[in-house]
């Protein structure tokens, strides 16, 4: 496999040697580089997200979608980008001024967070923390204050409404997502994300086990939720809370939001590509060898893509086609038949590992 | 090392929107009237203030929620040692298990997982 780490590397190196910066200059140069990375990358992928949802929820409604600025509307994502950027920043008069501004500031955090833990490739992650899993579902929560401290300082009765939802929500389907992490960390042994993807060498982890994939399955359902997106969508149930908990953001401030909710898509199929599929890992069948190199040859990068972009599709189907859920129905789901369930399935998981 | 890539991570989060703020107050535009600064509930005044008293059921699965999370929290430093102790971790965290199995059942004979 090709390794990534070569390049950084040699970056390293060009610094600290070739041009022989000290160790504080070396760092902050390689910092800010990876900096600039983060925020290309978060950029792209959230343009790129958000002209496929148009494109597939046009589509699944026989529709044509964005068409009319640029060939096949493929810079309607850059025109309406402009337009948020010169609109007005803007407070209602009886909001609380200091949460209403710092809730996005968590949002993006947690999205950003989140979004760096993703192993691109081979030695290509930002953060490959020993309790990796652990870091991330405790950042991830941050996004869940986000929302919240939204929807109550608005001031606005439909965003007070909404950001109890949005919460209630939330941390239910957190306990899930969790039990799901565990049990993944039950069969590699370790809560590093580089760890997890190493231990999938011999095969991805939803064929490790006979049951994996069901947590795999309860994994997309509870990521779903926790991402905020339909049918899970009630805190932002536009037909009946006209927008939800960003109802009083304006320009910018609801560019966040939308942002960060594309890249939560895309931060929960990467980990789920990531922790089940295998990430950057290509199939590998056991006692195929001759197979196994041939898939080897096809880089992690692209491995990496194809399994998060089949997840995001998968999800944005099950947008587009279900019918959103009441509030009753939403924590029915999650303490009467995911949690019971995810618990019995680490409880075999812990079994297949102890005794098989 | 990590500790300063985590930094510079949340430092890139708060430069993105720090960023896209302050270009947005330059070049957009400004103005103020008393009706603009009114939410945006259905047309008509509003009244009063929305910090309500909210339904009580939200509270019961913040509460259930802070429960069954101190467990998951639990689970994760002797879900990395399961492979090294084998059935032993099996035994371990069974007790564990099943006390929460029964906290969970009782709250759900009581009815606490019911939105009322």
Not at chain 1, 163 to 169: D, H, K, T
């Given at each position: 496999m090709y390794d990534f780490s070569i390049v950084t590397r040699w970056i390293d190196s060009l610094l600290r040697h070739t041009l022989n910066l000290g160790d504080?200059?070396?760092?902050?140069?390689?910092?800010?580089?990876?900096?600039?990375?983060?925020?290309?990358?978060?950029?792209l992928i959230a343009i790129v997200l958000i002209f496929m949802e148009r494109k597939v929820c046009a589509y699944f409604q026989c529709r044509l979608g964005p068409m009319r600025v640029g060939p096949w509307g493929i810079f309607q994502v850059f025109a309406d980008v402009l337009k948020m950027l010169i609109k007005e920043i803007f407070a209602v008069d009886k909001a609380d001024k200091m949460l209403y501004y710092i809730a996005p500031f968590?949002?993006?955090?947690?999205?950003?967070?989140?979004?760096s833990f993703l192993p691109w490739n081979k030695g290509a992650v930002v953060l490959d923390f020993n309790v990796g899993v652990f870091l991330l579902t405790a950042i991830s929560s941050i996004g869940i204050l986000g929302v919240f401290l939204a929807g109550w300082g608005s001031n606005n009765k439909y965003s007070v409404v909404s950001?109890?939802?949005?919460?209630?929500?939330m941390i239910s389907y957190e306990m899930s997502l969790c039990l799901c992490l565990i049990s993944a960390v039950v069969l590699t042994g370790t809560m590093q994300i580089g760890g997890i993807v190493e231990a999938q060498h011999g095969a991805w982890l939803i064929f490790q086990t006979p049951v994996t994939w069901l947590a795999f399955l309860v994994f997309l359902v509870a990521g779903n939720a926790e991402a905020n997106r339909g049918p899970?969508?009630?805190?932002?149930?536009?037909?009946?809370?006209?927008?939800?908990y960003h109802t009083e953001y304006s320009g910018m401030g609801f560019g966040f939001y939308y942002l960060a909710e594309y890249l939560n898509?895309?931060?929960?199929?990467?980990?789920?590509a990531t922790v089940f599929l295998g990430g950057w890992m290509p199939l590998h069948v056991a006692g195929l060898d001759g197979f196994n190199a041939v898939m080897d040859f096809i880089p992690g990068i692209i491995w990496f893509f194809v399994k998060t972009f089949a997840i995001v599709w998968i999800l944005m189907w099950i947008r587009w086609t279900f019918p959103r859920l009441r509030i009753d129905q939403i924590l029915k789901l999650e303490w009467k038949y995911l949690m019971p369930l995810m618990l019995?399935?680490?409880?075999?998981?812990?079994?297949w590992v102890a005794l098989v | 090392m990590y500790f300063t890539l985590f930094i510079t991570v949340l430092i890139t989060a708060v430069v993105l929107v720090v960023a896209a703020y302050v270009i947005a107050k330059l070049i957009g535009p400004r103005s103020y009237n008393p009706v603009k600064g009114e939410p945006f509930e259905c047309g008509i005044p509003t009244h009063g203030s929305s910090w309500l008293p909210m339904h009580v059921g939200y509270y019961l699965f913040a509460i259930l929620f802070l429960m069954?999370?101190?467990?998951?929290?639990?689970?994760?430093?002797?879900?990395?040692?399961?492979?090294?102790?084998?059935?032993?971790a099996l035994i371990s965290i069974g007790f564990f298990l099943v006390v929460l199995v029964l906290g969970l059942a009782y709250a759900w004979r009581k009815g606490a997982l019911e939105w009322k």
């Open positions: 504080f200059w070396s760092i902050l140069i390689e910092c800010i580089l990876v900096g600039i990375c983060i925020l290309t990358a978060y950029a968590l949002v993006i955090i947690a999205s950003v967070g989140t979004f950001a109890m939802r949005g919460a209630v929500q899970f969508d009630l805190a932002e149930a536009e037909s009946e809370l006209t927008a939800g898509l895309f931060v929960i199929s990467g980990i789920a019995v399935i680490l409880t075999l998981t812990t079994v | 069954f999370d101190i467990e998951t929290v639990f689970l994760y430093p002797w879900a990395v040692v399961v492979k090294q102790f084998g059935s032993l």
